[in-house]
């Protein structure tokens, strides 16, 4: 259990969504203007997290969810030997914990990448929720749908892609990822360490740094501190496609059974 003095409390107050950046990408989207403010009834204040601080860690108790309004986080899991895997990076719109649901602790840790916000809703206020909204069911449902076909696209492309292959798919996903919150797709802030980055693709830290330097020499990126430019989409896609027959970065099942 966490000290008192590290455990966040939310205080209840009444939140606009309307005017959050984040509406578009959190469960508000799928709500039409009467469910929006029932909605909105039921979130917690937005709270402020500082870089390098934890929103929760592995065994903590499971009271809430989160929606990330601001910023960026990562998700790692810790081995019994010390040694952490880096499962996820997260930017507006996404909702922490959503995987905790049903258990009573939380099964990672998620810390912040830089100053971020976050909006709460407890587990309790969140089943009476998806009572008086269905859709929002169905939303997370949806989210969790996706949450599992991403962990296999890691696999995949751990097990599957060389070194170059990875990190050229890791910098065009971040492009729609960023792009989906506002961001010009050509645009991508770094916020993740090149050592988190080389964590989450079962690299060396050297080897991504690496590649990032001659990706940058064969014109395909420019990197400058913590911001990457994509200068040419096309021959960074040809770098992060698997094979000639797969229309995505990743192998299809077909190349996987030959």
Known sequence: MLPQSQIIHFAKKTIICEEC????LCFNHVLNTEQKKTFCT??????????DQHLFRTGGATENLYILKSGSAKSYL?????????IGFHFPGEVLGLDDLTNNQHASSVVFL????????????????????????????S?????????HELLLMINHLTAEQRVAAFILELSERMNLIGFPKTSIKLNMSR????NYLGLASDTVSRLLKTFERQSLILVKNKNLEIIDFQKLRNCATACDKCPSVLLNKNCLTN
């Open 78 to 86: 810790v081995f019994e030997n010390g040694d952490e895997q880096i």
């Open 143 to 151: 989210r969790l749908n996706e949450k599992i076909g991403h962990a």
């Open 114 to 141: 830089e100053d971020s916000n976050v909006c709460s809703i407890s587990t309790n206020s969140f089943d009476a929720l998806v009572n008086e909204i269905p859709q929002i069911q169905h939303e997370t449902i």
């Open 42 to 51: 039921f979130i917690t204040n937005s709270h402020a997290f500082s870089k």
């Open 21 to 24: 950046g984040a509406k578009k």
């Open 195 to 198: 050592p988190d980055i080389a």
